[in-house]
C-alpha cells in the first residue's frame, strides 16, 4: 500500500488519533471526512446514515445550506469582538431566541456546560440577593442519573462515578434527589434551597421519559416554596422531542432554560440560559461573562438555526416520524428487547440490563447507519430532524435485520 493511502485510511486515522489524542472517549471504529443532512462518508466513499446527530446538535441536518451561508457570509465580515465591544449581530439573536423561547432576557455562552454553569450562578446569586440567602448557603437540588456537562461543579453533583470518580474534591451546594419522584422534591427543599435543576427528558442516562404529570408537579411544588424552576433543554431543546422544548409537552414555563446544542445548527458552539428579567436581571457588568459567548460568527448562526428550525416545521416532523419509528421498532422481534421508550425523534432501545450493546452498534455500522450505546445495554436511535419518512423507513429495515440478527 502506498504511504498516500496509508495516511488518509480510515484506519490510519483512527490510529493517529488513538496514539496522539487523550483516551477520554472510546468512539466507535468509523471515520466521517463528509456529511450532507442525514449522511456521512467515510473517506474510503462508504456512505452512513447519521443516527445520533452529534447528541442532538445536528437538528437541522449536516451543512444546512442556509447555516452554512450565514457561517459564510458573516465570516467576511466580523468574527470576534469580545463583549468589550457591541457588535451588530448579537442583538438580532438574542431577539429571535427571545421570541423562540417566550422569555424576555439571554445571557450567550458557547457550550452546554457554560450554560448549565451560567444557570447555576445566576441561581445562586438570585438566592442571595432575592430570595435572601445567606451567602454560602445555597442549595440547588438536582436528581440522580442527571447529566449537565463536564466542568468541576457539574461533575459534583454527577451520580455517575465514571464522570465523578478521582475528581475531587467536589463543589458543594448540590442536593441530589431521585428522578421522577415529586415528593422527594418536597422533603428536599428547605430554606436555603435556591433552585431545582432537572433535564425533562433525561438524554444520557438513556432517554427517561418521566411519569406524564411530573413536570407540572415539580414545577407547582418550586412555585409554593419560591424555588427557580430550572430546565435544562441543551439536549431534549430545539424540536428534539417533537414540541420546541420537552416542558411545552405539560404547558411548563420554567424560571430559567439552559439551551446549546443544535442552537449553533450543527456548525459552532453556542450556548444560552433563558429567563425573564426578575431573575437573569440579577448579574452585572462584570460579575460574569466569556470571550466567545455572543461572537458575531455564532450569532448569525445561530439566528440561522433558529429560522431553519421554523421554516421547515421541524417540532411537527419529529412529532410525527417519532411516533412512527417507536411504533415500528416496537414490531421487531427480539426477546432481549426490554422497552423502546422516547418523545419525538429523542429515543432509545433498551436492552437487557447485562446486554452489551457495543457489537450491534458496530453491526450497524456495517451496515450504514450509525448509532451509539449509553450504559453499554441502551442505543439511542435520534436521527436529525430533517429525515424524511422514506430514510426512516430505510434505517428501519437496517435496524431490523441487524436487531434480529441478534442471537
Ligand atoms: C450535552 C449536554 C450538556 C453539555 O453540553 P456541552 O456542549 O457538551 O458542554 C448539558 N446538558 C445536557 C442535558 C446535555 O445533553
Given at each position: 500500500?502506498?504511504?498516500?493511502?496509508?495516511?488518509?485510511?480510515?484506519?490510519?486515522?483512527?490510529?493517529?488519533?488513538?496514539?496522539?489524542?487523550?483516551?477520554?472517549?472510546?468512539?466507535?471504529?468509523?471515520?466521517?471526512?463528509?456529511?450532507?443532512?442525514?449522511?456521512?462518508?467515510?473517506?474510503?466513499?462508504?456512505?452512513?446514515?447519521d443516527f445520533l446527530s452529534a447528541y442532538s446538535a445536528v437538528n437541522q441536518?449536516?451543512?444546512?445550506?442556509?447555516?452554512?451561508?450565514?457561517?459564510?457570509?458573516?465570516?467576511?465580515?466580523?468574527?470576534?469582538?469580545?463583549?468589550?465591544?457591541?457588535?451588530?449581530?448579537?442583538?438580532?439573536?438574542?431577539?429571535?431566541?427571545?421570541?423562540?423561547t417566550?422569555?424576555?432576557?439571554?445571557?450567550?455562552m458557547?457550550t452546554g456546560a457554560e450554560a448549565v454553569?451560567?444557570a447555576?450562578?445566576?441561581?445562586?446569586?438570585?438566592?442571595?440577593?432575592?430570595?435572601?440567602?445567606?451567602?454560602?448557603?445555597?442549595?440547588?437540588?438536582t436528581v440522580?442519573e442527571n447529566f449537565h456537562g463536564r466542568?468541576?461543579?457539574i461533575?459534583?453533583?454527577s451520580?455517575d462515578?465514571?464522570a465523578?470518580?478521582?475528581?475531587?474534591?467536589?463543589?458543594?451546594?448540590?442536593?441530589?434527589?431521585?428522578y421522577?419522584?415529586?415528593?422527594?422534591?418536597?422533603?428536599?427543599?428547605?430554606?436555603?434551597?435556591?433552585?431545582?435543576l432537572f433535564e425533562p427528558i433525561q438524554g444520557e442516562a438513556g432517554v427517561y421519559v418521566p411519569?406524564?404529570?411530573?413536570l407540572?408537579?415539580?414545577?407547582?411544588?418550586?412555585?409554593?416554596?419560591?424555588?427557580?424552576?430550572i430546565a435544562d433543554e441543551v439536549q431534549t431543546g430545539f424540536c428534539r422531542t417533537g414540541k420546541k422544548f420537552a416542558v411545552d409537552h405539560?404547558?411548563?414555563?420554567p424560571?430559567?432554560m439552559c439551551l446549546g446544542k443544535a442552537l449553533g445548527g450543527g456548525?459552532?458552539p453556542v450556548s444560552a440560559v433563558v429567563?425573564?428579567?426578575?431573575?437573569?436581571?440579577?448579574?452585572?457588568?462584570?460579575?460574569?461573562?466569556?470571550?466567545?459567548?455572543?461572537?458575531?460568527?455564532?450569532?448569525?448562526?445561530?439566528?440561522?438555526a433558529?429560522?431553519?428550525l421554523?421554516?421547515?416545521?421541524l417540532a411537527?416532523?419529529s412529532?410525527?416520524?417519532g411516533?412512527?419509528?417507536?411504533?415500528?421498532?416496537?414490531?421487531?422481534?427480539?426477546?432481549?428487547?426490554?422497552?423502546?421508550r422516547g418523545k419525538g425523534l429523542l429515543n432509545a432501545?433498551?436492552?437487557?440490563?447485562?446486554?452489551?450493546?457495543?457489537?450491534?452498534?458496530?453491526?450497524?455500522?456495517?451496515?450504514?447507519?450509525?448509532a451509539k450505546?449509553t450504559h453499554?445495554?441502551i442505543?439511542r436511535f435520534a436521527p436529525p430532524l430533517?429525515?424524511?419518512?422514506?430514510?426512516?423507513?430505510?434505517?428501519?429495515?437496517?435496524?431490523?435485520?441487524?436487531?434480529?440478527?441478534?442471537?
Open positions: 500500500m502506498s504511504t498516500q493511502t496509508m495516511q488518509n485510511s480510515s484506519e490510519s486515522i483512527m490510529h493517529l488519533a488513538e496514539t496522539v489524542g487523550a483516551h477520554n472517549y472510546h468512539p466507535l471504529p468509523v471515520v466521517i471526512s463528509k456529511a450532507e443532512g442525514v449522511w456521512v462518508w467515510d473517506p474510503e466513499g462508504r456512505k452512513y446514515m441536518g449536516h451543512r444546512h445550506p442556509k447555516i452554512i451561508q450565514a457561517l459564510k457570509d458573516q465570516a467576511d465580515r466580523v468574527t470576534l469582538t469580545s463583549r468589550a465591544f457591541h457588535n451588530d449581530r448579537m442583538g438580532d439573536f438574542l431577539k429571535k431566541l427571545s421570541d423562540y417566550g422569555f424576555d432576557m439571554v445571557l450567550p458557547n454553569e451560567t447555576i450562578k445566576m441561581a445562586r446569586m438570585w438566592g442571595s440577593k432575592v430570595k435572601g440567602v445567606p451567602n454560602g448557603k445555597q442549595e440547588i437540588i440522580a466542568t468541576t461543579t461533575i459534583s453533583f451520580t462515578p465514571e465523578k470518580d478521582h475528581y475531587g474534591p467536589y463543589t458543594p451546594g448540590f442536593v441530589t434527589i431521585p421522577d419522584d415529586p415528593a422527594a422534591l418536597e422533603a428536599a427543599i428547605n430554606e436555603n434551597t435556591v433552585a431545582f411519569s406524564e404529570g411530573y407540572k408537579k415539580t414545577y407547582d411544588i418550586c412555585k409554593k416554596h419560591n424555588v427557580l424552576y405539560e404547558g411548563i414555563r424560571d430559567a456548525v459552532f429567563a425573564n428579567h426578575d431573575v437573569l436581571g440579577v448579574f452585572t457588568p462584570g460579575t460574569h461573562g466569556s470571550t466567545f459567548g455572543g461572537n458575531p460568527l455564532g450569532a448569525a448562526v445561530a439566528l440561522a433558529l429560522e431553519v421554523e421554516d421547515e416545521n411537527e416532523r412529532h410525527e416520524l411516533e412512527y419509528l417507536r411504533g415500528e421498532l416496537r414490531k421487531i422481534q427480539q426477546p432481549k428487547i426490554k422497552q423502546v432501545v433498551v436492552f437487557e440490563d447485562d446486554f452489551q450493546a457495543w457489537d450491534v452498534c458496530v453491526a450497524l455500522k456495517e451496515k450504514g447507519l450509525l450505546q453499554g445495554n442505543i430533517v429525515i424524511s419518512k422514506d430514510e426512516v423507513d430505510h434505517a428501519l429495515a437496517v435496524i431490523k435485520s441487524v436487531f434480529e440478527a441478534i442471537a
